[in-house]
């Protein structure tokens, strides 16, 4: 028995795409939710600052909104790091997956020239 | 000869390859760690925002709870932080490319640094989101102690706006932790 190329071009490909298929789906809706989040946040800090500044009983200061502000550039930077994680986590899982298979299926053939 | 050669030099890419780590294993402690944590932040960010105005609303009264919760978050980082042997956290370039043009000259130190780091790796990146978290726990902890201010005599709290809005910003940091956890462990 030969090893094709092609055949283990085809299983790279069908076990990366399965590998890939889950992990993406994880970075790819992880990282647009979270900027939504901070949109939405970014936005409720200027009105409950204007909010303060009409009636200082609602809302809250200038001053808690700068330390929000700041809290939620540390949150960008976490979640940053994470998909940089979840991308290096789902490379992981394929580059393992594709070594597994190939070990699996072409093994015989690896024992036989010996 | 030649066989033989080939043979080694298969099973060498075989076993050699077999089990590649880009990043670190799935630590369980971690895992737990920060969903106990985020169960007693929410819940005492949550109080603090129901009873601001009152004498067991205020920061001094609640010290203890700060404490205690800086304690959990110090046991993590310092586990990641032998975990990591003091490597920083090597962000992606081109992610960090982005971050410096966006934050300009206010990209924090530590991400700088690991630009030219030869050595980051992810264990390092642990430590780094276990101390975001840090951060934030801080910010809230200013907040309550300097900023927010209830009733006619001032004292210090944590008004149910900002309540909601800081818990809403520090569980993105929380869930940057668990979701990298979680992926690993799947």
């Known amino acids: 028995m030969s090893i094709s190329a092609n055949e283990i071009f085809a299983k790279i490909i069908d076990v990366a795409e399965g590998a890939f298929e889950d ?52 949150a960008c930077e976490g979640v940053l790091i994470a998909v940089t994680h979840l991308t290096l986590i789902t490379i992981q899982k394929a580059l393992n997956g594709i070594i597994k298979d190939l070990k699996e299926t072409f093994t015989g053939v690896i024992a036989a020239v010996v | 000869m030649k066989k033989l050669l080939i043979a080694v030099a298969a099973s060498l890419l075989f076993d050699g390859c077999s089990g590649i780590r880009l990043v670190s294993d799935y630590d369980e402690v971690i895992d ?17 925002g129901d009873i601001a105005g009152r004498p067991d609303g205020t920061y001094e009264a609640n010290l203890k709870t700060y404490n205690a919760l800086d304690s959990k978050l110090d046991v993590m980082i310092s586990r990641a932080s032998s975990a990591s042997e003091g490597k920083g956290c090597k962000l992606e370039k081109k992610i960090l490319d982005h971050v410096k043009l966006v934050l300009k000259n206010d990209t924090p ?4 640094s690991s630009d030219t780091a030869q050595s980051g790796d992810s264990n390092g990146c642990n430590e780094r989101l276990l101390v975001l978290v840090k951060n934030q726990l801080s910010s809230v902890k200013q907040i309550h102690r300097y900023t927010d201010k209830c009733g006619v005599h001032n004292i210090s709290c944590l008004r149910s706006a900002t309540a909601k809005t800081a818990l809403n910003i520090a569980n993105q940091s929380i869930n940057a932790v668990s979701i990298v956890e979680t992926a690993k462990k799947q």
């Not at chain 1, 993406?24 to 409720?44: C, D, G, N, R």
């Open chain 1, 23 to 74: 992990g993406w789906h994880i970075v790819k809706s992880y990282a647009p939710t979270e900027f939504k989040k901070m949109a939405i946040q970014l936005a409720e800090i200027a009105e409950n600052i204007a909010l303060y500044e009409k009636d200082n009983t609602q809302g809250y200061s200038p001053e808690t909104g700068k330390i929000l502000f700041k809290m939620q550039r540390t």
């Open chain 2, 32 to 48: 737990k760690g920060i969903t106990d944590f985020a169960e007693q932040f929410n819940t005492h960010v949550k109080n603090m």
């Open chain 2, 109 to 112: 130190n530590e991400i700088l």
